[in-house]
């Protein structure tokens, strides 16, 4: 997982730009709640480039802690954040009932088995801390597309996992999490037909035949509108550790 996102940074800095409607929608929603701490440590859980971890910083006015384990994703980051440290979401380096706020935004997504996550960012918050999970939903219609193109390009199904908001909801309350709210952010992602073919093309594990582009580009334009836009669907869940 540490080589891929290695491998990803620059390219995934590169198409953050189709994200940022909907990232900005997400800290819209959480910077009310995180202004409401009049003080603590606030971290950017797995910051990638730290695009979120910026725009909230910037609405907070405080310094943010911008967490990743891959070290190009952190040489970006710094241009964003100035508060970083190298670190695993399943191995937090923080001193237990320390962190005020954790926020995390298309990370967990990466990992069909997310419980021991939750575990360290419960155990790593204060009493009344808060966390603020975000990431890909069920509807989200580019990652549906995905699944169905990957395995003509790939060979296999997308990694991401995406879980029905009632389960991770679930799985949270076990851990001792006490869930606050729950938000769908919709919006429409702009992608050209020909810009997401290049993104295919261009990932280093791509088998991008020629006489694979017709039947790809028939199942993208199902997809991506004569707009060239694609639904985004992202959910929101703001769980608080009370004791």
Not at 157 to 175: A, F, G, H, T, Y
Not at 213 to 219: A, G, L, M, N
Request: aromatic content about 12%; some cysteine.
């Amino acid at each position: 997982m540490l080589s891929f996102w290695d491998r990803r940074a620059e390219r995934f800095e590169n198409f953050t730009d189709k994200r940022i409607k909907g990232i900005r929608k997400l800290v819209g929603k959480i910077a009310p709640f995180v202004k409401s701490f009049e003080s603590g440590v606030v971290v950017d859980l797995g910051c990638g480039p730290a695009v979120p971890g910026e725009i909230l910083e910037s609405v907070l006015g405080s310094p943010i802690i911008g967490l990743d384990f891959s070290i190009p994703m952190l040489g970006i980051a710094k241009t964003r954040l100035r508060s970083l440290i190298r670190g695993d979401v399943f191995n937090l380096p923080f001193k237990g009932g320390s962190i005020a706020v954790i926020f995390c935004i298309n990370v967990l997504s990466d990992y069909a088995e997310k419980t021991r996550a939750y575990r360290q960012i419960y155990d790593c918050l204060k009493k009344g801390g808060a966390f603020f999970y975000a990431d890909y939903s069920e509807n989200d219609e580019f990652w549906d597309m995905n699944s169905k193109i990957y395995p003509l390009v790939f060979g296999m199904k997308p990694s991401v996992s995406r879980e029905p908001l009632p389960k991770m909801k679930k799985d949270l309350e076990k851990i001792g999490f006490k869930i606050v709210s729950k938000h769908l952010i919709s919006f429409k992602m702009k992608i050209t037909l020909e810009e997401y073919i290049n993104h295919l093309s261009t990932r280093p594990e791509s088998n991008f035949r020629k006489e694979k582009r017709e039947v790809v580009e028939k199942i993208a334009q199902t997809y991506i509108s004569k707009n060239n836009e694609i639904g985004r669907e992202f959910f929101l869940i703001h769980a608080q550790k009370l004791e």
